[in-house]
């Protein structure tokens, strides 16, 4: 699946989960901005992903996190997860390194 479409769905479950209206964004962006997000037809900048977790109530990584869950097929989140843990211990040996 296409990763705009990965994001968008899972910008639009974690809204609903969080019972939030495309409405409600309406202090950091426009409905038929959240709405094409979910859709897939647009792409989110870093800083409209923090605005749009703030008001979610998640930290912005949760949404990237279901957005390559999603996009990868992953049925659980456990492969995910583990992929991230053996890159950042990698990460923190490379940075004791220096």
């Known amino acids: 699946m296409d990763i705009n479409k990965a994001f968008g769905n899972a910008l639009k479950k974690s809204r609903k989960e969080k019972k939030k209206t495309q409405e409600d964004f309406g202090i950091v962006s426009s409905r038929t901005y959240i709405s094409s997000l979910e859709r897939g ?3 989110v ?3 409209k992903l923090e605005e749009i977790a703030a008001v ?3 930290h912005p ?4 996190y279901r957005s390559y869950c ?9 492969k ?8 950042l211990l990698l990460e923190k040996a490379t940075a004791l390194k220096e």
């Open 56 to 58: 979610i109530g998640v």
């Open 80 to 87: 995910i997860i583990e992929i991230l843990k053996n890159e």
């Open 61 to 64: 990584m949760i949404l990237l």
């Open 70 to 78: 999603i996009k990868d097929g992953f049925k659980s989140g456990e």
């Open 45 to 47: 900048t870093i800083e």
């Open 41 to 43: 037809l647009q792409s």
